[in-house]
């Protein structure tokens, strides 16, 4: 295709690449995209069979209202505080299209989720990067740009460092704009900051059930805020953002409490265990509140050269080969046998 057919703002451009997904038949140890290691709630998978009939025909409720209303009465919220996406991602690109424009200064700590950056450039907004500071905490130059759109990750991706709310709101009570705090990880957390939400109009919240609902594969998230700002992304949205079946999935998902709780138990359990584990190993480990850990492998290892060598035995992380984290692993939690087939290989590499 000849480069003049695409739009200026897109020459050169460096898209978001999601994290590797090979077959699912070919066995691999995944633990590169902080999916969940167990399996979604019975009811969910019986409640999307029962569905999968003859109202296929029929176009999807366009608010998704039934997952809207069992959201927010999940959460003690109206529904019209309740927005849903086609997965976490569909939701960040709503909140590009309805507060930040051309030459829009959107704004970010780095490091953190990469989908903000091409976001900026496809909607030709003004990324301004803020670096994080000691400890991958949050920079103070974040809470006083006047960025017009604001995005931070709690915990955050790919560090895994929790930020408390206070840290939170003060980004947020300072912002001259919206705020859009994104918390795909925070089950695995201690706390959210749905609290925040009574005092701060201009905040907007992010969930997915991709992770502690172990649904990444139906494409499901909600957005939690002042209905004004609930309302904006609704005339933006496509029509029919969410299916069928992600909406009724998500309902039962929300409704089945105790399998929600069983998934983040067993994460939180198993990433103490695979911390202490790499720390034998002597590898670097971030603290984490989410559902992968942070690492960096032991003085003299070449990182690059390692995930090969997990690759080649068919072990997927993510590694990172860009500053200032080059040379740093995000390893998903697994099951406990997942973890034993990591560290197995991990110990044969390492020598
Ligand atoms: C920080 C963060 N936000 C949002 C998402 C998107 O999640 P989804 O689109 O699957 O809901 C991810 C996915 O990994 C993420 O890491």
């Not at 997942?338 to 020598?351: D, F, N, T, Y």
Request: hydrophobic residues 45%; glycine residues 8%.
């Amino acid at each position: 295709m000849p480069e003049g057919f695409l739009k200026k703002a897109l020459r050169g451009f460096e898209p978001y690449v999601p994290g590797e997904q090979p077959p699912d038949e070919e066995g691999w140890v995944k633990l590169n995209t902080n999916e969940s290691p167990l399996p979604p709630s019975p009811n969910v998978i019986k409640t999307i069979k029962a569905a999968a009939g003859d109202s296929l025909r029929l176009y999807p409720s366009p608010t998704a209202a039934p997952a809207r209303a069992a959201i927010a009465a999940h959460f003690g919220l109206q529904p019209s505080m309740v927005a849903l996406g086609n997965g976490g991602d569909d939701l960040i690109e709503m909140c590009f299209r309805a507060f930040a424009g051309k030459g829009d200064h959107v704004a970010y700590p780095t490091p953190t989720y990469p989908l903000f950056e091409p976001l900026c450039t496809i909607h030709e907004a003004v990324a301004a990067p803020h670096p994080c500071a000691e400890g991958w905490s949050w920079p103070k130059e974040l809470a006083e740009d006047h960025a017009r759109l604001k995005f931070i990750v709690n915990p955050n991706s790919p560090t895994g460092t929790w930020s408390p709310e206070s840290a939170v709101e003060e980004i947020v009570a300072t912002a001259k704009g919206v705020v859009v705090l994104d918390e795909a990880y925070v089950d695995f957390a201690p706390e959210s900051c749905i609290g925040l939400l009574e005092k701060h109009r201009n905040l907007l919240i992010l969930r997915t059930f991709s992770k502690s609902y172990a649904l990444a594969g139906m494409r499901i998230g909600f957005a939690l805020g002042d209905p004004d700002l609930i309302a904006a992304l609704d005339t933006v949205k496509d029509s029919y953002n969410v299916d069928r079946l992600a909406i009724v999935a998500a309902v039962a998902a929300i409704q089945d409490g105790s399998h929600h709780r069983a998934i983040v138990d067993h994460v939180v359990g198993e990433r103490a265990w695979l911390a202490d584990q790499l720390t034998a190993l002597r590898f670097e480990v971030a603290p984490s509140a989410a559902n992968f850990l942070f690492v960096q492998p032991p003085p003299g290892a070449v990182a690059a050269a390692v995930a090969d060598a997990l690759r080649e035995r068919q072990i997927l992380i993510r590694h990172y080969d860009r500053e200032p984290i080059a040379g740093w692993f995000r390893i998903t939690i697994g099951t406990l046998n997942q973890h034993e087939q990591l560290l197995g290989a991990l110990k044969e590499i390492l020598g």
